[in-house]
């Protein structure tokens, strides 16, 4: 069974989004704020593959809840759900650990997407797992193993989310190479994404502060103007 915690305050809300989640074959335990939400997800027996959280929610908010769920789980797939527009709003639940947003108002059918396209994803890495699949691709200083989904950089670990891993691995795979935003969309958020291509930017400034010495002046993840970006190793 796929299992989604959804924390989210507005009863109505709520109550629409796990509707539509148990048609669609998701097993969903419910939270009304932050603090429980944490509760839930810390007592339960069997791991949550995903997490759908509501950004504003009194007491702990959906950031708190997203930064210290990712401090325990890389693998874990999370999505915010924000009624703002506003840019910094998308970004910084991005930059908190999430893997993408949902802006309300939303459709059954874009919130049922964005949950399968990241469950597919995880589900992905656990089969890889699963069946000790054990390669590694090797790019300079950087090594990234492919069963444990750690990156190495000089024989020391750096922890990463599932779509950070899946970048890191797209680009491990065409080392030199200019990757359009879209090509990175596609390969790791699928062709049928809903969302804005500017999630890739976003993950890939947080991808930068893990690995490159000097963030604000890459050697790695190097920018190629009109187009996207280049792995260097």
């Known amino acids: 069974m796929k299992k989604i915690l959804v924390a989210e305050d507005e009863d109505s809300i709520r109550e629409f989004v796990v509707i539509n989640l148990r048609r669609a074959g998701y097993e969903v335990t419910e939270a009304e704020d932050g603090v429980k939400a944490l509760e839930l997800y810390r007592a339960a027996e069997e791991p949550?593959?995903?997490?759908?959280?509501?950004?504003?929610?009194?007491?702990?908010d959906g950031m708190g809840v997203c930064a210290e769920i990712r401090k325990d789980n890389s693998n874990i797939g999370i999505i915010m759900l924000t009624a703002k527009a506003q840019e910094m709003d998308k970004i910084s639940g991005l930059m908190k650990g999430a893997d993408d947003y949902v802006t309300k108002p939303f459709s059954p059918s874009e919130l049922v997407a964005r949950v399968d396209a990241l469950y597919r994803r995880v589900a992905l890495d656990a089969v890889r797992s699963k069946n000790n699949f054990n390669e590694e691709l090797v790019?300079?200083?950087?090594?990234l193993n492919l069963r444990?989904?750690?990156l190495m950089k000089n024989g020391e670990p750096i922890e990463l989310t599932q779509v950070e891993f899946q970048i890191?691995?797209?680009?491990?795979?065409?080392?030199?190479?200019?990757?359009?935003?879209?090509?990175?969309?596609?390969?790791?958020?699928?062709?049928?994404?809903?969302?804005?291509?500017?999630?890739?930017?976003?993950?890939?400034?947080?991808l930068r502060m893990k690995i490159e010495d000097e963030p604000s002046n890459p050697k790695h993840i190097v920018t190629v103007w009109g187009l996207g970006y280049k792995w260097e190793d």
Request: proline share 3%; charged share 25%; aromatic share 12%.
């Open 48 to 60: 949550f593959d995903l997490a759908l959280l509501d950004i504003m929610m009194p007491g702990l």
């Open 139 to 143: 790019s300079g200083n950087f090594t």
């Open 148 to 150: 444990n989904r750690v």
């Open 168 to 206: 890191m691995e797209h680009f491990f795979s065409n080392p030199g190479a200019a990757l359009g935003r879209m090509q990175i969309l596609d390969r790791v958020w699928g062709t049928d994404y809903y969302g804005e291509d500017k999630i890739v930017d976003v993950n890939i400034r947080r």
